[in-house]
């Protein structure tokens, strides 16, 4: 008689036909995200591993896996392609990475919203949405490599927020498919605010199959970066253009000085010490943009037509959301970050103080939204200059007691971030009901007891 | 020796290839618009009517037609097709009403923009944008008839204006061309901010030959009518879609009781004495909108695609804006009506607050747009049981005292109307620049004085 398998053993073996990563460099990269922006994180999911990972390429593909897993009690966490940011893809109680990058197939499209498998890179969801006239709404700086799914699972909104608010606003998301971990696997159909229950629960109360989101008319966005030696001048003309009901947007983004010169790809048309404005504006506004530049003592120093956006595969898109972060921690190690959200009406006098308060420290990067109500605010992804743990928090609560909101992205458990306390019951009640033997990245949820992990 | 003709003889007999308008009734009719309305302007406006009428095919007859009358000094009242509603196409002074509507080709559509002569009407407007995916920005409700010139003469917003905001806002009018009354008559091309320094001026100011907007890409638009039993729960969900920013829409009317008894032709869906809400919303967004009106314990009764729509060939669209109140009037001789401004974010107490105040005299009809701050708010085209004008006097006052802004639509003198008090300076260069000689109908600036008539 063999002596007993460890379970990743058996799952594999029960399963040879699925396309297993076995090699140890790959799967520690495959348990990662960008966590590392957060020096806490950094040190809180040090060493925190796959024993395996599996790249699953059909719905029959994942059901025999689920199946598997949950009759061998393995955990199991779901990944995009790692671009988030809480370490939401790294299993805190090892088992196994669900890679969904291999289950991305383009299911349809049609006049005002689209349908894909959840694996699909947001890039090319875009560009099957594009044959049709459209685009997404809400699509992350890093839409070239993230994934519907992950988009859906662990992020907020991005370039589009400022029209279509976060994600999560009613109509974004039209509804989902996702299967349930059992030996049994169920798979069920869910619409609008019932399939909002797994959105930013990190994939930890379901398992997403397909999503059904609305989108926008595609339009052809000029890209521009004003720039500004006075810091209100470029904080107005920002609000005034984010408002502007007749100038049709995409993304407007505020980097006070000197975020600005940490983002070196663009330094010959950002000189040292300015305050800059990228904005996503419909072509046919330019007159009328270039004269609010003009209105608010700025300088146009980039400009680049969608056509020329196209060839030149080159955004700033890209430079915008967290790829600001990316950008500034790519040339100072030292760097790190916080997300505010600022109260709408409030936020030019909140960026405005907060900005003095902590001149030398925090950096100001705001991106203007439409709030979940639709109103007009901003988010900020402030560049901090790291000093210690203590410090950080230090600025967190000073920021919380200033009256801003901070969506810490210094923690790895789902109560302590976006989420803030504890889970509603609705969405705990999706977790009893898609992940009953709570096998979904156990430890994510600090009220979800830990099912013991079993014997190898 | 002849006796010396009077000037409209002489015009029309230097100018014979025109297309003059010599029936009696025919100019009466196109010596007047909408402003029966009001029962102060149907009094006011009694017996003023042109001389005569011409309708140009091209700039040339224009050109011929202007250079003439102002070396005869014969005043011109410049007329789409009369659906405005302060009399602005009723000459004061007779002289000839120049009617716009033989003068409509499309010149271009392009991506995100057209560009049309003023007389076009903006069904064929529309009709021409959405053979490239994209539909008019902002649409009176009198889109059939209505002309581009005289949306801009005298228009204000309309369907549309609750993503756009009112027309005045930067980035929607692009530019025009525009004809100086002179005996050598200058043809100028003015953009941006310049250009609307001809908007809503009720063709006073310069004479517009083309027009310039932006467009919006088409979507597919659902048309629902949802009726409600209590008012604040209809108020509350007509806000919170218009609010919704991930629920795109063109158009949000709330009408309170008794407001939906008038609509007459829509009876079928509108129970005696109900509050209702007319909303035009993507398709795609039709699952979140029946979740948020029965949240709010609302009935859909009325639910027609857009397909449906464009086969049926009848659009609520026709009945919101001043087309609710043509329709009430035609049930009801004894209405008339107001335009109030509320103040964003207090819009919908100021609504519950007057429309309580003014029960069974003043009836709420609310339509919801964003300013041209972009914030969300709503416009009132209030139906009142009329019974004086001392009391439509004393109820306007009352408005105003309490904090409301009314445009005052029973003027028919541009400065006691939108414009509010004396014209900007900017306003009076461009009168001086392009009617030297005070010829646009005369009397309807206060402050520009009117040039003798000449003897006949």
């Known amino acids: 008689m063999n002596a007993p398998l ?22 520690e990269r495959l348990s990662q995200d960008f966590s590392w922006f957060s020096p806490v994180l950094k040190r809180q999911l040090e060493g925190k591993v796959a024993d395996t990972v599996v790249r699953p390429r059909t719905e029959d593909e994942i059901r025999r896996l689920v199946a598997a897993c949950a009759r061998l009690k393995v955990p199991v966490t779901i990944r995009g392609s790692g671009t988030g940011n809480y370490g939401q893809t790294t299993p805190l109680a090892g088992g196994v990475v669900l890679d969904m990058t291999g289950y ?179 072509e046919a506004g330019e007159e009328a943009l270039q004269a609010m530049v003009a209105a608010h003592g700025g300088t146009v120093t980039y400009r680049r037509t969608a056509e020329e956006v196209a060839k030149s595969n080159r955004t700033l898109m890209e430079y915008t959301w967290n790829h600001t972060t990316l950008h500034a921690l790519r040339v100072d190690k030292n760097l790190t970050y916080l997300q505010t959200s600022f109260t709408p009406g409030e936020h030019v006098r909140q960026i405005t103080e907060l900005t003095q308060r902590y001149a030398g420290e925090v950096l100001m990067h705001a991106e203007f939204l439409r709030s979940m109500d639709g109103l007009l605010t901003c988010s900020a992804l402030q560049l901090v200059r790291f000093s210690s743990e203590e410090r950080l928090d230090q600025i967190i609560q000073e920021h919380r007691d200033y009256g801003v909101r901070i969506n810490n992205p210094h923690v790895h458990i789902v109560e302590d971030g976006k989420a803030g306390g504890d889970l509603a019951p609705d969405i705990l009640a999706m977790k009893a009901r898609f992940d009953p033997l709570g096998l979904l990245n156990p430890g994510k949820l600090r009220h979800w007891p830990v099912a013991p992990r079993p014997a190898p």
């Not at 379970?7 to 790959?26: A, F, H, K, S, Y």
């Not at 339009?219 to 001048?233: I, R």
């Not at 000197?258 to 300015?274: E, K, M, R, S, W």
């Open 104 to 282: 991305g197939t383009m299911l349809w499209v049609r006049p005002g919203a689209a349908r894909a498998q959840a694996g699909i890179r947001l890039h090319q969801f875009e560009k099957a949405a594009l044959r049709s006239g459209q685009e997404l709404r809400c699509m992350p700086s890093t839409y070239r490599s993230a994934t519907l799914g992950g988009l859906f699972g662990g992020g907020f909104g991005g370039v589009g927020s400022i029209n279509f608010g976060p994600l999560g606003a009613p109509g974004n998301v039209l509804g989902l498919k996702a299967m349930t971990i059992e030996p049994e696997p169920q798979v069920v159909e869910l619409r609008g605010a019932e399939a909002m229950r797994m959105h930013h629960l990190w994939g930890t109360n379901g398992l997403v199959l397909e999503l059904e989101i609305a989108l926008a008319p595609a339009q052809p966005w000029l890209e521009t970066l004003a720039t500004f030696t006075d810091f209100d001048a470029a904080l107005a003309f920002a609000d005034a253009l984010a408002r502007a009901p007749g100038l049709a947007k995409r993304e407007v983004a505020f980097f006070a000085s000197p975020v600005p010169d940490h983002l070196t790809q663009l330094a010959q048309y950002l000189p040292a010490g300015c305050h800059a404005v990228l904005s996503l504006v419909a």
């Open 6 to 27: 460890y379970p990743i053993e058996q799952l594999q073996l029960e399963l040879p036909e699925l396309d297993w990563i076995t090699d140890p460099n790959r799967i």
